[in-house]
């Protein structure tokens, strides 16, 4: 069946350090690829998709290229902030019947020290 | 911008209790979702809703039950709380393949 996998947390870095959160899938046809974020206390939002191969989705400095040949999507950032801490979730998204089916990971908890 | 509103943020009930969860949102959309998010387990699946008096269950519905009566506005139903339900829980809506998620209820039960 279709899964997630992301990078067991939590990621504690150094501000200004570079990021990386690996995210694998697995699924039948061709999903669409996400990544959301949740601050403490509030809901995930999305912080940036990928609808097919090669594509490269980008939001807020962070970067995340849909790779089929791998079956990854992972997140990245060049320079992270304190203000990016916050669990991340790789997801996926296929269609179903009536609606779409979404896959989520189990998130990456990332912390960041000024 | 799409708001999707969740009616408490906090929530404490007794064990078998009967616990509404309130879920709206603004922007029209046909699908709407019910997860609970639990450490180290992410988000999973309660029950979704496609359409007005149309639902299906997810991964994990025992216990819960759903309503949605018009289109903005989808509840979630805990028929008698127990303390394995306990959790936090999202509500969600979507056009199209993305999701737009609520602030989330952390419900407590004792």
């Known amino acids: 069946g279709d899964s997630v996998t992301q990078m067991e947390g939590p990621v504690t870095l150094s501000e200004e350090a570079f990021l990386t959160i690996n995210c694998t899938y697995t699924?039948?046809?061709?999903?669409?690829l996400f990544w959301y974020v949740q601050y403490p206390g509030e809901g995930l939002q999305l912080l940036l998709k990928?609808?097919?191969?090669?594509d490269k989705g980008s939001n807020k400095g962070f970067e995340a290229t849909y790779r089929k040949e791998t079956t990854s999507f992972h997140l990245e950032k060049g320079s992270v902030q304190v203000s990016d801490s916050a669990v991340y979730f790789c997801a996926l998204s296929r269609p179903r019947t009536g609606t779409y089916k979404y896959i989520f990971g189990t998130g990456t908890r990332l912390k960041v020290l000024a | 911008d799409v708001k999707v509103t969740q009616s408490s943020r906090y929530l404490v009930k007794r064990t078998g209790e009967k616990v509404f969860l309130e879920c709206v949102q603004d922007m029209d959309h046909e699908n709407m979702f019910w997860y609970r998010q639990d450490p180290g387990l992410g988000l999973r699946l309660i029950y979704f809703s496609y359409d007005v008096k149309m639902k299906e269950k997810g991964d994990i519905p025992e216990g819960y039950s759903v309503s949605r009566e018009k289109k903005e506005r989808f509840s979630l139903i805990l028929e008698s709380a127990s303390t394995n339900q306990t959790s936090m829980y999202l509500c969600a809506s979507s056009i199209s393949h993305e999701q737009y998620f609520g602030p989330g209820t952390r419900l407590t039960v004792t």
């Open positions: 990928a609808t097919k191969a090669d």
């Open positions: 699924a039948t046809g061709y999903p669409s």
